[in-house]
């Protein structure tokens, strides 16, 4: 079973529609968790961090639950430019501040006119 | 400011030759990634550094992978010899040192490796 495991898609969704995507992860040793995008032939950007209680940006909220393994993200009013790859990404958290991300292999959006 | 940078950002070569790609860190930043990026395996972790040091080299595929990071501002990764299925997109990203959860990597454009 892979570390992180996400639906690759691609999800075309019409503009202004709500997209969701869900990740489901292996380790529940985990203890951080994050969103990426990826435009098509960029580098991963960080979109946002995913935390216990939730979290929102705008129009992108970020849902974790532990006892289920998994997080999701919620995408409303979607946008041409939201149209990209998304990468679920957790990673265990040691007495470091940083530590090695396990990425996802990525969910591919395509939002149509 | 400028972000991660990576030298060539294409690279053809032929199978058995020595490929050397290069990463230049944000300045500052304490932790330095190496990632390989195939349509199969998605975004694979190769190695990282903290303050120049090999943390874990546990991602490097075969013994025809090394990484070096002689100085803060400068890595490298060699493939030698290169074969076809290294072909593959090779990511650096470094990241400061930070106690909080929300810890970001900072990916560099990327190198295009094709091996013939």
């Known amino acids: 079973r892979k570390e992180v495991e996400q639906d690759p898609g691609p999800f075309n969704v019409p503009e202004g529609a709500t997209v969701a995507f869900n990740c489901t992860y292996s380790?529940?040793?985990?203890?951080?968790f994050f969103w990426y995008r990826q435009d098509c032939r960029k580098e991963p950007k960080l979109l946002m961090s995913?935390?216990?209680s939730g979290n929102e940006d705008g129009r992108f909220t970020a849902q974790l639950n532990r006892a289920s393994q998994y997080i999701s993200l919620l995408i409303r009013d979607s946008k041409l430019s939201d149209s990209a790859t998304y990468l679920c990404?957790?990673?265990?958290?040691?007495?470091?501040?940083?530590?090695?991300?396990?990425f996802g292999t990525g969910t591919r959006l395509t939002i149509i006119p | 400011d400028a972000g991660v940078i990576q030298s060539p950002r294409h690279e053809v070569t032929e199978m058995g030759q020595e490929v050397t790609l290069r990463c230049k860190p944000i300045?500052?930043?304490?932790?330095l990634f190496w990632y390989r990026q195939t349509m199969m395996r998605g975004l694979e972790l190769l190695i990282y550094?903290?303050?120049?040091?090999?943390?874990?080299d546990s991602g490097m595929p075969e013994d025809r992978f090394s990484a070096k990071m002689p100085n803060a501002s400068f890595s490298t990764l060699k493939i030698q010899p290169s074969e076809p299925r290294d072909s593959a997109v090779y990511f650096c990203?470094?990241?400061?040192?930070?106690?909080?959860?929300?810890?970001?990597?900072?990916f560099g454009p990327g190198t295009r490796l094709t091996v013939l």
């Open positions: 990203a470094s990241s400061p040192t930070s106690g909080t959860v929300t810890d970001t990597q900072y």
């Open positions: 380790n529940s040793a985990s203890q951080s």
């Open positions: 990404v957790v990673t265990p958290r040691s007495n470091f501040g940083n530590e090695k991300l396990t």
């Open positions: 995913v935390y216990s």
């Open positions: 550094f903290n303050n120049n040091v090999p943390i874990d």
């Open positions: 300045s500052g930043h304490d932790y």
